[in-house]
C-alpha cells in the first residue's frame, strides 16, 4: 500500500479553521483517500474520503491536490470535541481489498 | 442504527485463561475486521471477515482464533495470551469489503493480560 506522510502534532484555537496536510507522493490511480479520527478513549471515526475530486461533508471538507500527491483535510470551525488523532490513508480501489492500513497520524489540540 | 457494540469493556485474564471478546452490529454490513491497538499507537489490522468467511488473517499468532457465527456477530476467542497481547481491541464493520465503504468502529475491548 502506498504511503502517506503527516505532521506528528498540530494546534489550533477554538471556532478557527483547521487545515491537516497529507502528503502521499506514492499515490496510485485507484487509490482513494481516507481520512479517519480517534477521540482519546474511543475506537477510529470514519470522517471523509475522496478519489480524485474535492468533497465536503456535515464533518469536514477534504480538498486533494490536482495530481493527487497531497491533500487536506479542512475543519471549517474547530471546536474542543475536534481534538483527535487525524489519520490519512490510501485505501487501493484496485481489486485488493484495500484495507485500513493506519499510519502515525496528526495529533490535533484545540486550544480554547 | 449506526452503532458497532463490543463486550466486555474491559478484561483482565491470565496467561492460562479462555475468554472471548464479542461485536454486533445490526447495520447489514456484510464485512467485520478485528484491529488491536498497543497503547500510543496506531490500530493494527488483525482479520477480515467477508460474508462471514475469513478473508484475511494478518499473521496473528494461533492464540487469538476469530469466528464469525453470522452476519451481524464477531467473535474473538483468546487462549494462552501473553502480557504483550495486552491492548485494546477494536472491532469494526462495512457495508462491503473495501474502499469507498467507510468502517464503523466500536469502543473497543481493553484487554490486560496478568
Known amino acids: 500500500d502506498a504511503k502517506t506522510t503527516q505532521p506528528n502534532s498540530m494546534e489550533s484555537n477554538e471556532e478557527e479553521p483547521v487545515h491537516l496536510p497529507c502528503n502521499h507522493s506514492?499515490?496510485?490511480?485507484?487509490?482513494?483517500i481516507h481520512w479517519y479520527r480517534q477521540l482519546p478513549s474511543q475506537g477510529p471515526e470514519y470522517v471523509i474520503h475522496?478519489?480524485?475530486s474535492n468533497v465536503n461533508n456535515r464533518m469536514a471538507s477534504l480538498a486533494i491536490a490536482e495530481d493527487r500527491k497531497s491533500s487536506t483535510l479542512i475543519l471549517h470551525r474547530a471546536t474542543l470535541r475536534d481534538a483527535a488523532v487525524y489519520y490519512c490513508?490510501?485505501?487501493?480501489?484496485?481489486?485488493?481489498?484495500?484495507?485500513?492500513?493506519f499510519g502515525k497520524g496528526t495529533k490535533l489540540s484545540v486550544k480554547p | 442504527d449506526t452503532e458497532v457494540t463490543q463486550t466486555p469493556k474491559h478484561l483482565v485474564m491470565g496467561m492460562t485463561n479462555k475468554k472471548s471478546l464479542k461485536c454486533e452490529q445490526h447495520?447489514?454490513?456484510?464485512?467485520m475486521y478485528w484491529y488491536k491497538q498497543k497503547a500510543k499507537k496506531p490500530p493494527e489490522l488483525m482479520f477480515v471477515y467477508s460474508y462471514e468467511k475469513l478473508s484475511i488473517n494478518e499473521s496473528v499468532p494461533s492464540r487469538f482464533s476469530p469466528e464469525c457465527p453470522n452476519s451481524s456477530l464477531l467473535n474473538l476467542h483468546l487462549h494462552a495470551l501473553q502480557p504483550e497481547d495486552s491492548a485494546l481491541y477494536l472491532c469494526a464493520s462495512s457495508l462491503v469489503p473495501g474502499p469507498p465503504y467507510e468502517q464503523y468502529f466500536g469502543p473497543g475491548t481493553r484487554l490486560t493480560v496478568t
Open positions: 490513508i490510501l485505501r487501493d480501489g484496485g481489486g485488493s481489498q484495500g484495507n485500513l492500513i
Open positions: 447495520m447489514g454490513h456484510r464485512a
Open positions: 475522496g478519489l480524485t
Open positions: 506514492t499515490i496510485s490511480g485507484t487509490d482513494y
